[in-house]
């Protein structure tokens, strides 16, 4: 059976999402799984102190976007059979590029995944009605990770490969590695 071609398109402030991103690619590239990684960005980076920034708060909870740019390039959704979305949660909700992203990318996937990256518990089926909402469909898959998870090198791993799985297994092709116990 094929393997899956993957896209993963986030966007990461601090760097927590863009190491849950980047972790994915691994056990996914050895599944046969060729994977490529985007980055959506504010066209306008948001400022520190980010708690107290009003833009950032406007745009993520009154206007639910924002001008976005892409690293290397915005991605052609339909070369891929499972699109990865990642984001921080932000007051209870996406970062407001990748809101941007699954506004004008309206059911443009194939299969879409999901993951987001928080301090707290976060209720991942609140998450998937935001998608709806924004997307036109909620996602195949929808996880979050905090960044606690994310700070431990072993957890990190043994999360990626989980997630990894179940994204080959949604694409029906592929065999993701077990991860290693720590
Ligand atoms: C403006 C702002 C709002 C946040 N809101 C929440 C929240 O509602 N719930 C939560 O658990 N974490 C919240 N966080 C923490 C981030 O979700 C967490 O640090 C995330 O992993 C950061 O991802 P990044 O490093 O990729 O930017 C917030 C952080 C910022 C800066």
């Excluded at 986030?10 to 985007?38: H, I, N």
């Excluded at 959506?40 to 708690?51: C, F, I, N, T």
Aim: hydrophobic residues 40%; proline residues 7%.
């Amino acid at each position: 059976m094929a393997v899956a071609r993957v896209a993963v398109v986030y966007y990461s402030r601090t760097g927590v999402t863009k190491t849950v991103a980047e972790s994915l690619a691994e056990p996914l590239r050895s599944a046969g799984a060729p994977v490529d990684v985007y980055g959506v960005l504010p066209a306008e980076e948001y400022s520190r102190p980010l708690h107290f920034n009003p833009r950032l708060a406007y745009e993520t909870l009154v206007r639910r976007g924002t001008d976005v740019k892409f690293e290397p390039e915005e991605p052609r959704l339909e070369e891929y059979d499972v699109v990865v979305v990642a984001s921080p949660v932000w007051f209870n909700t996406l970062a407001p590029p990748v809101q941007e992203f699954l506004r004008r990318h309206r059911r443009g996937a194939r299969s879409l995944v999901v993951i987001t990256t928080s301090t707290l518990d976060v209720d991942c089926s609140r998450v998937s009605r935001v998608v709806e909402e924004l997307y036109g469909s909620e996602p195949a898959l929808c996880v979050n990770v905090r960044s606690a998870q994310v700070g431990d090198p072993a957890e990190l791993r043994r999360i990626s490969c989980d997630i990894s799985r179940k994204i080959v297994n949604l694409a029906g092709g592929g065999r993701i590695p077990e991860a290693e116990s720590s």
